[in-house]
């Protein structure tokens, strides 16, 4: 499946919680790009694009959204709203992030640095998921 829901491990004790992401180790693969999404509106969505060779690591550090990931043979969306869950999102997943708090911090580890021409930006183009 080239989407997937990943649980990272929470170091916690009385002082509180903390959670290290390590370059091919927890994330599988090497983080060339950080990005943050913050100050979104509720009633707006963003994304509606995919990526032709890009994994990233979405993941609520703060408040909520949500994301609807569609490989053309499974689609589904999921609520991120809590900072020890990170969706990883391969290539060819169109993703749509709607529906965010006022509170939404939504963090991105990318494979691999900005490049507008890795963008698919009509869904008739991307293609379908094969196992
Ligand atoms: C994705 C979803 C989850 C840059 O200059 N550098 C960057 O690294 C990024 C990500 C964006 N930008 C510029 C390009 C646009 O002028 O920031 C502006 C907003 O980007 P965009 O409209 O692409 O943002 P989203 O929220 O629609 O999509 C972003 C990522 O672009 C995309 O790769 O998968 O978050």
């Known amino acids: 499946m080239n989407f997937k829901l990943l649980d990272f491990h929470i170091f916690g004790d009385e002082r509180g919680s903390l959670i290290s992401l390590e370059s091919n180790k927890n994330i599988p693969f090497e983080i060339k790009r950080v990005y943050y999404i913050f100050d979104t509106k ?56 709607f529906e965010f708090s006022s509170d939404c911090v939504l963090m991105v580890l990318a494979s691999d640095y900005y490049n507008k021409d890795d963008y698919i930006f009509e869904y008739e183009n991307i293609s379908k998921f094969k196992d």
């Open 42 to 97: 509720n009633d707006v969505a963003r994304g509606k694009h995919a990526h032709k060779n890009l994994q990233q690591i979405l993941v609520a550090v703060s408040g909520s959204c949500k994301v609807l990931v569609d490989n053309k043979k499974d689609k589904k969306t999921y609520e991120l709203n809590n900072p020890s869950k990170g969706l990883l999102i391969e290539n060819n997943v169109w993703r749509e992030m």
